[in-house]
């Protein structure tokens, strides 16, 4: 796949929000579906949709359909999704760093928020991907890279391509790409060893359209590995993005280890 090489997060973050806006206007009335992960990669497409809301775009029909999210054990034997209020929670991240600030850009210009947000219950985990293809399907799925292991969402090295949304344990590189995600991870053993995910196969049949977002040097493998990959590679889970329709990658100057100009 060719990518698309910007100057930095920034610029991709306002390139990604004009897309989405663009889509979910040609969409009418209709709910637009988009796939989000959370941590860092996002956060600057999350950013510019709130000054998109404060401008006055009305993005009140937008529903957030997050990736995964950490499990810990219950008292039953099985597992239940962390504390939400848990800084590293990606439903409490879905709620506080994505919809929060668009929500209250949008009344401060007058605008419907939007409200919605979808995420897999570990119990029935395969419900999450019959509620996406009875809804019509994701309009368009924001996409992220482990740094070091290839990992999308939760799907860890070696996962197979036809894996629905599911419980995984998580890998140690995984794990430890998220201690740079949540600072208050001190140390490996305090990150959770489960989660619960989208698989790939969930982002490939289940998405319209699907942007996958690389940026700052510690991105330069997973730029290798993925603009190489001609289809799925099961060693590099996000090199699913070859088999979505409508796919797109968009990268940083950084992650492309292109030279800073002058």
Not at 30 to 54: E, I, K, N, W
Not at 73 to 97: K, T, W
Not at 150 to 171: C, K, S
Not at 223 to 230: G, H, K, L, S, V
Request: proline share 6%; with cysteine; glycine share 8%.
């Amino acid at each position: 796949m060719t990518p698309q090489v910007l100057d930095d997060a920034a610029a991709i973050g306002e390139a990604v929000a004009d897309l989405i806006v663009d889509r979910l206007v040609a969409k009418g009335t209709d709910p637009f579906l988009l796939g989000c992960p959370s941590g860092r990669t996002a956060v600057p497409v999350y950013a510019a949709l709130a000054r998109r809301a404060r401008a006055g775009q009305d993005l009140s029909r937008l529903v957030v359909v997050m990736m995964d999210d950490y499990l810990i054990p219950n008292d039953h034997g099985g597992y239940r999704i962390v504390d939400q209020n848990a800084s590293y929670s990606c439903l409490r991240f879905a709620r506080e760093e994505i919809l929060r600030p668009i929500a209250d850009a949008g009344r401060a210009a007058g605008t419907t928020p939007p409200q919605e947000i979808w995420t897999a219950d570990p119990e029935t985990p395969a419900h999450f991907d019959t509620r996406i293809e009875a809804a019509g399907g994701i309009d368009l799925f924001l996409l992220a890279s482990g740094d070091s292991d290839g990992h999308i969402a939760f799907n860890q090295p070696g996962t197979d391509r036809g894996a629905r949304t599911h419980l995984v344990e998580l890998g140690e590189a995984t794990r430890r790409d998220n201690m740079g995600t949540f600072p208050e991870f001190t140390r490996l053993d305090m990150v959770p060893r489960h989660g619960v995910t989208v698989g790939v196969d969930t982002i490939a049949r289940l998405s319209a359209s699907a942007v996958m977002i690389l940026t700052g040097a510690h991105k330069q493998k997973a730029f290798a590995r993925i603009t190489a990959a001609r289809a799925y590679e099961p060693d590099w889970p996000a090199t699913i993005v070859t088999e979505c329709q409508d796919a797109s990658i968009l990268a940083d100057a950084c992650a492309a280890g292109i030279p800073a100009r002058a």
